[in-house]
C-alpha cells in the first residue's frame, strides 16, 4: 500500500523539479512540513494583512518591511504605513474573549492572569504619542556590513498608542526588591516550525518599565493594532530599540535578574560597551545592551530626487527624535555640512514623541544639490554626517539623512 | 452577407491542438492546486527537527544540478531571488527551509561572515548541522554574496528625477 508520505515525496519532487531542475534531495526535507519560499503563496493577502503596498518588504519569511521616507510624512504614522519587524510567525488564531496576559516571575508577590476585559475595566487608560524605531534601522549602510535585515530608514514611525499603564498591571500583582527587570513572550511562533521555541523575549529594567509613558496597549491610533504590528497586546516603551515592545502579549515575567530570553543575550540588540575599529570581532562579554535610542531626523517632504526652478524656494518638513531625551535644535545644510542654518521646530505632544520640522529654502545658483539634516538633543549631543561607531551587529546609525535636488 | 463557416483539414487540425492545450491547461490547474492542499496540510503536521537534521547530514555534495533555462533571468533564479551558480540547489535546500531568500540576498559577508551566521542559526536558531554540505554553500554565499567597500558614507544612488511644483 502507498502511504500518504510517499505520496508527499513524490508529488512534492515532481513540483520541485520543475521548479528546480533539481533532485528528490527536496523532497526529503519537504516532507517533514516546511514549504521553501519558493512554493509558499507569496500573493497571499494575509502575509501582509492590513499593510499598504507602499512598504518596502525586505523579507517575507519571517516579514519584515519598512517605510519609505516620503511615506513618513503624516505626524502620526497612520497603521497601514507602520514598519514591521517580525522575529517569527505571527499568530493565526486569536480569540479575543480568551486571550489573556500573565504577570508572573520570582519577584512577583503572585501570578495572575487577566483577560483583555479585565485589563480594560481594572485599570485606568491613557494614550500617548510614542517613537517605536528598529535598533538595526539604518544597518545598510554599515561597512564591513552587518548581518541582519538590511533596513535603510524606514524602520521607524510614532503613533497614537493607547492601554494601560504597565506600571499600574504591576503594582497591583507586586513584586518584590529583588525586582531588577520585566521581560515579556508573544504568541508568534519560530519560524523552523518548533512549536516550543520561544521567538523573542526581551523587556527593560524595573525603572524603565515603571515610567509613565510604558504601555500595554490594545489600540494604535484609536483603532485595533495592525495583525503585525502585535494585534490584539503589545508593550509599546517609547524611545528605546522596538525589540523591547513585545508584541502579540501573553505574559510578563518580574525577573530578579537582567531577563536573559531569547535576544536579550550574546550579540543581539548588543553594541560594543567600548568603541571598536570597523570589523573588530567582540567577545560576547564585551557587549552591552542597548537601551535609549540615539538623537534621529528625517525628511519626510519632499521626497528626493526633486527638480525646481532657480527662482523657487524648497520647502521641507520632516520628523526628529532623540530617545529618552527631546530634540532641542534642528538644522538644514545645502552645502555638504559647511554651513547649517536652523529650522523652525515644534515641541513634542508628550514625551517620548517625535517632532516636527520645516524650512524654506533658496539656492544661489542651478545645479546639484543635498539638502542635509542634523538633529541635536537636549544634551548636546548631535547626528553625525558619518556614519557613527561601527558595531558587529549594525545597530544606532543615526547619521544625517540627505534629500537630492536639482536647482534649474 | 456572412461567410459560412468552413472545416478544412488545417482548421480542424488547429482547432484539436487547441482543444488539447485548453484540456492541458485545466489538468496542470489541477495538479497545482491539488498539490498546493497537499503541502498546505503537510505543514500542519508536527514538526520534527531530529528526523531533518538526520536526513540531511545523510546527504553528500552532489553534482553541480543544472537550472532550466526559462527560470533564470539575468542570471537570477527567479523562483528564489538567489544569483545562479554552483551548488545552487543545496543553497536553495538549506536556506530557505525555515526563512525567506531575502534575508540571505540582501547581506553581504566575508566566507567567515556566512560561517559565523550559520554557527549563530545553529546555536540558537535550530539550524542542523551542514555536513559536507557546509562547504560548498559556504563557497556560493561568499563568491555570489561578498562584501563592497562602501566606506563611512556612499554617495546618494538611484535618484528618480522629477519635477517639483513650487
Known sequence: ?408 | MMNKPTYDKEKLALLLANTALKIAGVLAIFTIVGLSTVLYFNVMKPYNQKLLSQQVAKQSPKDIVAIPKELIKNGIHTPTGFKVGDHLHMVVATCTACHSAKLVTQNRATKEGWKDMIVWMQETQNLWDLGENEEPILSYLAKHYGPEETGRRKPLENIEWYSLDP
Request: aromatic share 10%; charged share 20%.
Open chain 1, 1 to 408: 500500500m502507498q502511504s500518504r508520505r510517499t505520496f508527499i515525496t513524490k508529488a512534492t519532487a515532481t513540483y520541485l523539479g520543475t521548479l528546480l531542475g533539481a533532485e528528490i534531495v527536496f523532497a526529503n526535507r519537504l516532507m517533514e512540513g516546511i514549504v521553501p519560499v519558493a512554493l509558499s503563496n507569496q500573493d497571499d493577502p494575509y502575509s501582509l494583512k492590513g499593510k499598504s503596498k507602499g512598504l518596502t518588504l525586505l523579507n517575507d519569511k519571517p516579514i519584515n518591511a519598512e517605510t519609505p521616507v516620503h511615506l513618513l510624512d503624516d505626524k502620526t504614522t497612520p497603521n497601514d504605513l507602520f514598519f514591521v519587524r517580525n522575529n517569527g510567525i505571527p499568530p493565526t488564531e486569536i480569540n479575543l474573549d480568551k486571550w489573556s496576559l500573565t504577570i508572573d516571575g520570582e519577584a512577583a508577590n503572585k501570578t495572575i492572569n487577566f483577560t483583555l476585559k479585565e485589563l480594560k475595566e481594572k485599570f485606568k487608560q491613557y494614550s500617548y504619542q510614542l517613537v517605536l524605531e528598529c535598533g538595526g534601522n539604518g544597518r545598510s549602510e554599515f561597512s564591513p556590513p552587518a548581518k541582519g535585515n538590511q533596513w535603510t530608514l524606514g524602520a521607524v514611525g510614532c503613533a497614537l498608542w493607547t492601554g494601560v499603564r504597565l506600571k499600574d498591571v504591576l503594582e497591583y500583582v507586586g513584586y518584590s526588591s529583588e525586582a531588577t527587570y520585566i521581560g515579556y513572550y508573544g504568541k508568534d511562533t519560530h519560524v523552523s516550525g518548533d512549536p516550543d521555541k520561544v521567538v523573542i523575549s526581551r523587556g527593560v529594567p524595573m525603572n524603565k518599565a515603571l515610567e509613565e509613558h510604558s504601555l500595554i496597549a490594545w489600540k494604535m491610533n484609536n483603532e485595533d493594532i495592525p495583525l503585525h504590528n502585535g494585534y490584539p497586546l503589545r508593550l509599546v516603551f517609547g524611545g528605546w530599540p522596538a525589540s523591547t515592545s513585545g508584541k502579540w502579549l501573553k505574559r510578563i515575567s518580574i525577573r530578579d535578574r537582567i531577563h536573559d530570553g531569547p535576544k536579550m543575550t550574546g550579540q543581539s540588540y548588543r553594541v560594543p560597551c567600548k568603541p571598536v575599529a570597523p570589523g573588530t570581532k567582540v567577545d560576547n562579554e564585551d557587549m552591552c545592551i542597548i537601551e535609549s535610542m540615539p538623537v534621529k531626523s528625517l525628511i519626510t517632504y519632499p521626497k528626493t530626487g526633486a527638480m525646481i526652478g532657480i527662482n523657487d524656494s524648497l520647502n521641507i518638513r520632516g520628523h526628529a527624535w532623540a530617545g529618552e531625551l527631546e530634540v532641542g535644535k534642528m538644522e538644514y545644510s545645502i552645502d555638504f555640512g559647511a554651513t547649517w542654518e536652523n529650522c523652525v521646530l515644534e515641541n513634542p505632544p508628550n514625551k517620548y514623541a517625535w517632532q516636527q520640522f520645516e524650512a524654506s529654502i533658496r539656492f544661489p545658483k542651478t545645479g546639484y544639490y543635498e539638502v542635509w539634516a542634523r538633529a541635536t538633543d537636549t544634551q548636546n549631543q548631535q547626528q553625525p554626517m558619518i556614519l557613527p561607531g561601527w558595531n558587529p551587529r549594525g545597530y544606532l546609525n543615526n547619521a544625517c539623512h540627505r534629500i537630492a535636488v536639482k536647482v534649474q
